[in-house]
Every structure is written in structure tokens, then in C-alpha cells.
């Protein structure tokens, strides 16, 4: 018997662990997940919570569920990956040995790494995260009796996971105050430590222009040195300072702390491996999927998705003695909410940028991409029920691993 | 990729004008990329732009300012005196490396 322990299981871990039993023989190969917790969250629901869309039971299931039966599932926290021992320590548990390893712990925001962000007289208070489930619902008992003033959407550092979801974030509080009739007494301002809106020319001059139609001012290139708590004020390594009364923000967002020290990790606990094979840089029988790696694509379920596609196809040659011939290019799909009912989509990998034109198909759609439509807002809605009912279970979905430039509009700079 | 002359030697550049070709960069180009950009190199600016290069050499890709900070020791706050504003994007390109990851 030979045994995969899958650290994480969540949206990675629960997708490739769906995936490996199809191909493995289960009298050859014994399969164990280690989640600290029993509850899946729906994290792309955080974005909604907050301004009353969906309830916090709309976005939790029991993890075991998603999981297949011959999969053994370890309830405790990883303490410590072993990688010269080829073993993991847990708590409350007898230290569990594997042939390969798959870490799939994502990341999570680290509002402790920002001095004065998470100061007790400040936090939940009018400092917010919306990327934790107390979180999003503490901003939105907040909002709900929010009477005005300056709110300041803030990212800290990136990488993050979901990187539209702050500006999504922007756009749909202008829009849920309006509706409020409140938009009058507030200003909006959005900070980021990128040069623009978002990270690549032609989807940040989109975006940008989105932000100014909307009112919403950019404050760009702001790295963060602290939050002071008594002023309520954002100050930048470069002095500059934001005042704010309610201030959203996507703290660091660094990967599982046990991970330090381990000699796989980064600076930021994230597995450093192969961009094509999510293979450990260090160890050959160690991967790392979804959020928990440090490939340079955007940390969010789509990619988890179509990365861990590829890797389940690799490592059936792998353990076969073969060379794993095939390399992840970076495939990324995003809904990007933009508020009254509208949407848009981005799709993209390491190589292109998010461009404009139609997807799935040239010419067809009926998805639009970099602009703002309805039915992309539909499919951003439509994307929970494909969630738990097709990608956690390993089921295909109609968007193939790889991206496709059928439909896509090239820039015309060489 | 354009090619372009810089202190009497022949390179290859992108859009943005960063060296594409780690091996064509040497002191003397990085002088003329600094006064391009206003940055008078120092020896603290030289402290940074060998850690820059010594550390693509090993990882492939340039160090991001929290790497520059926890692996070779040079408080953010510091690189942002010395590369004032976009200190990621100005260490990077006078060390004749790629803008670094992270911004996707
Ligand atoms: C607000 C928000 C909006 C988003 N919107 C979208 C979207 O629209 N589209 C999209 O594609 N993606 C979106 N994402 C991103 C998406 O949710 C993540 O990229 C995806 O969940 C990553 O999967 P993962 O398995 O890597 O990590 P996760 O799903 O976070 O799973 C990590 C698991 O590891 C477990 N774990 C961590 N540490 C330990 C430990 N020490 N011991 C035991 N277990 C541990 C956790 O309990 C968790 O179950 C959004 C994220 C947020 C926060």
C-alpha cells in the first residue's frame, strides 16, 4: 500500500482527492485528507455576506461530505511537515508517513502582520477584513447601521488570494449605499500597493475607468507601514497618510505557519514549486496545490481547479516511473462583480493578460469578457451551484485546463 | 525585443525598458539606468542592486521588497528612501532584472 496525505481540505484538497481515487487503484493506494476543521466554506460568498446577500449557513457544508468514502479524513491542525522524513506531525494525533505529499492549506489573512491594524480599540470595529467568515459578518452588522463618512477600501500586500475581490468590494458598496441613499454622505477610497487599479495594463485601465465613473478615489503605490488607531489613519513607508471612520481591508495573507521552517516555504509560507508541476522545489515526492504554492497565477478556485486537473494526469505517469509531461500555463477564470446586477469576466494565464472579446466561444459568448453585463453577473451566481455540484467533486466543468485565445481580442503592442 | 545602446554596449530591453538578458548587464549600465530614473547610487544602493542580482542568480526571479527586507536584511522603509516611490520596480530595473512577481 502505498499512502497520499493531503493536507488541506478545502477546494484543492477536496478536488484533487476526488480526482486521485478515479485513477488510482484503492487496493494499492490509501488516501488521507488532515483538515483542522469539519466545515467547508464557500469563501467567494465573503464578497456578498456583507452587504446581506447570502446568511453564513448559505455558504457552509460539512467537508467529510465532499469527500469520497474510501478517502480517510484526520480532524486535528498540522503542526509540522517533516520533509527529510517523509512524515507530518498533528495535534492530538500519532505523527501520520507518506509516500507523497500534496499540501493544499491555502492562505489566510494576517491582520497581526500590519502594527495597529488589528489594535482591539480599532478592529471590528471600524477596521474590518471581509475575507473570514467573522469578518464579513461583522461588516455587515456594521454596515447595516452605518450612517456616512470616509470609507477606505484597502489592500495590504500582495499576493492575495482572489485578487478582484477588493475592487468587487468597491464597486458593490458604492452601489449598496446608493441604494441606501447614503452615497452622498461618503467618500470612497481605494488603496492599493499596485501601480493601478489591478495588476496587468489592459484590465487596469478597464477597472481604473470603472472606479472613476463611479466616484471612487485610487490612491496607488501605497505600501503600508501602520495603522495608527488613534487618528484612524493609514500611513504609508513613504509617509503618506489616509484617514478613514470605516476602513475594509484584505490584511497579508501569508500560508499555513506551520509550513515555516520546513524548507519548502517563502517568505510568506507559501511551498515553493515548478509553475508547470506544482512539484516541490526541494523534495520530488511533495507537491503543492492551490492557494499554498507560490506560483506566480492568481490565488483563487479556478486555478486550484484547472492546476490540480493537470497534476492528477502527471502524477498517474509519475508513479509509473514516467516524466510528468505536462505543464500548467496558468489558466485563471474570474467573475468580477460590479454591482446593480452587473458583472464581468476575466481569463487569463502566466503568459496573457485578461483581454476583451467573448468566452467560450469567438463570436458567441454568451460570456463578455473585460466588460460589464449581465449575464456575467448570472454566472458569478451560477458559480456556488457549480461549486459544491461539479469542481469540489472533480466532475468536469465546459472550460478546458488550459486557456484558449479563441474570442480573445489581442493587444496590439508587440 | 528592441535592442538599444547603453554606455557603449549593445542590450536587449522590453516595452518598459528593463535588460531582458540577465548576462548583458554590468556597473556601468547600471549607472546610466540609475540617472535615467534620478537615483544616485550609493553605496547602500549598491548593497541592494548586488543582493538583487546575486539572489536571481539562485531563485530564478527578482526578490520582492519584503524578500530584499527578511533575506537581505534592508528594511522596506529604507527602500523606499533609497528607490523613493516604486522601490520594487526601480531596484529591479537598475539591476537589469524583470519587474517582480506578485502583481497578478
Ligand atoms: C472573499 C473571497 C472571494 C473569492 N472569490 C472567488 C471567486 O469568485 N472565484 C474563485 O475562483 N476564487 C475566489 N476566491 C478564492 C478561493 O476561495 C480560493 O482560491 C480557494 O478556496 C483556494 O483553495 P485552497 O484549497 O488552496 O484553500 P482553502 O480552500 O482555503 O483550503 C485550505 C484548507 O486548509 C485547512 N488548513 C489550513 N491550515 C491548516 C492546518 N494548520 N491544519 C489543518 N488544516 C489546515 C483549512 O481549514 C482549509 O480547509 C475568493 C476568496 C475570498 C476570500
Not at chain 1, 456578498?48 to 468514502?69: C, I, N, T, V
Not at chain 2, 525598458?17 to 539606468?33: C, H, N, P, Q, R
Request: glycine residues 8%; charged residues 25%.
Amino acid at each position: 500500500m502505498k499512502q497520499i496525505v493531503i493536507l488541506g481540505g478545502g477546494t484543492a484538497g477536496t478536488m484533487v482527492a476526488n480526482r486521485l481515487v478515479k485513477f488510482l487503484p484503492s487496493d494499492q493506494w490509501r488516501i488521507t485528507v488532515v483538515d483542522q476543521n469539519n466545515e467547508h466554506l464557500y469563501q467567494p460568498g465573503l464578497l456578498l455576506l456583507p452587504f446581506g446577500k447570502y446568511k453564513p449557513k448559505d455558504l457552509m457544508r460539512e467537508r467529510r461530505d465532499f469527500l469520497p468514502k474510501q478517502v480517510e479524513l484526520i480532524l486535528s491542525n498540522v503542526l509540522a511537515v517533516e520533509p527529510a522524513l517523509n512524515r507530518v506531525q498533528l495535534s492530538g494525533h500519532e505523527p501520520v508517513a507518506y509516500d507523497y505529499l500534496i499540501i493544499a492549506t491555502g492562505t489566510s489573512p494576517r491582520p497581526d502582520q500590519t502594527p495597529g491594524m488589528d489594535d482591539p480599540s480599532i478592529w471590528r470595529n471600524s477596521v474590518f477584513d471581509f475575507y473570514t467568515l467573522d469578518g464579513a459578518t461583522a461588516l455587515r452588522d456594521r454596515l447595516a447601521t452605518w450612517s456616512g463618512g470616509r470609507l477606505v477600501v484597502h489592500v495590504t500586500e500582495m499576493p492575495i488570494k482572489c485578487p478582484v475581490a477588493p475592487l468587487e468590494f468597491a464597486f458593490l458598496a458604492d452601489a449598496f449605499l446608493e441604494e441606501r441613499g447614503l452615497r452622498d454622505q461618503v467618500s470612497i477610497t481605494y488603496v492599493t500597493p499596485l501601480e493601478g487599479a489591478f495588476t496587468k495594463p489592459v484590465a487596469s485601465k478597464q477597472l481604473g475607468s470603472m472606479l472613476e465613473e463611479r466616484s471612487i478615489a485610487l490612491e496607488p503605490d501605497f505600501v503600508i507601514e501602520r495603522v495608527d488607531p488613534e487618528t484612524k489613519t493609514l500611513i504609508s513607508m513613504d509617509e503618506r497618510e489616509v484617514p478613514f471612520d470605516l476602513l475594509v481591508t484584505v490584511p497579508l495573507n501569508m500560508g499555513a505557519d506551520f509550513l515555516a521552517g520546513s524548507g519548502l516555504e517563502d517568505e510568506l509560507n507559501y511551498v515553493k514549486v515548478d509553475k508547470g508541476t506544482m512539484q516541490s522545489r526541494s523534495f520530488d515526492n511533495v507537491f503543492a496545490l492551490g492557494d499554498a504554492s507560490d506560483i506566480p497565477a492568481s490565488k483563487a478556485g479556478s486555478v486550484a481547479h484547472f492546476s490540480a486537473e493537470i497534476f492528477t494526469e502527471n502524477f498517474v505517469d509519475l508513479v509509473q516511473g514516467k516524466p510528468m509531461p505536462r505543464a500548467f500555463d496558468g489558466h485563471a477564470n474570474c467573475f468580477i462583480e460590479s454591482g446593480k446586477g452587473k458583472g464581468l469576466l476575466i481569463d487569463f494565464n502566466y503568459e496573457t493578460e485578461p483581454l476583451t472579446g467573448k468566452f467560450p466561444w469567438a463570436g458567441i459568448g454568451p460570456l463578455s469578457l473585460l466588460k460589464e453585463t449581465r449575464a456575467n453577473h448570472l454566472g458569478k451566481l451560477a458559480f456556488r451551484w457549480i461549486y459544491w455540484h461539479l469542481l469540489l467533486r472533480g466532475r468536469p466543468i465546459p472550460i478546458p485546463a488550459l486557456m484558449s485565445m479563441s474570442g480573445k481580442n489581442p493587444t496590439t503592442t508587440n | 525585443m528592441p535592442v538599444i545602446e547603453i554606455a557603449g554596449k549593445q542590450v536587449h530591453v522590453n516595452e518598459e525598458g528593463f535588460l531582458t538578458e540577465y548576462d548583458e548587464w554590468s556597473e556601468d549600465i547600471a549607472k546610466v539606468l540609475a540617472q535615467q530614473i534620478d537615483v544616485d547610487l550609493t553605496d547602500e544602493h549598491w548593497k541592494v542592486i548586488n543582493f538583487l542580482r546575486d539572489d536571481y542568480k539562485t531563485e530564478g526571479e527578482s526578490a520582492t521588497t519584503r524578500r530584499v527586507q527578511t533575506v537581505g536584511g534592508i528594511p522596506v522603509k529604507q527602500q523606499f528612501v533609497l528607490f523613493p516611490k516604486k522601490p520594487a520596480k526601480k531596484m529591479a530595473y537598475i539591476a537589469g532584472l524583470p519587474k517582480p512577481k506578485g502583481c497578478v
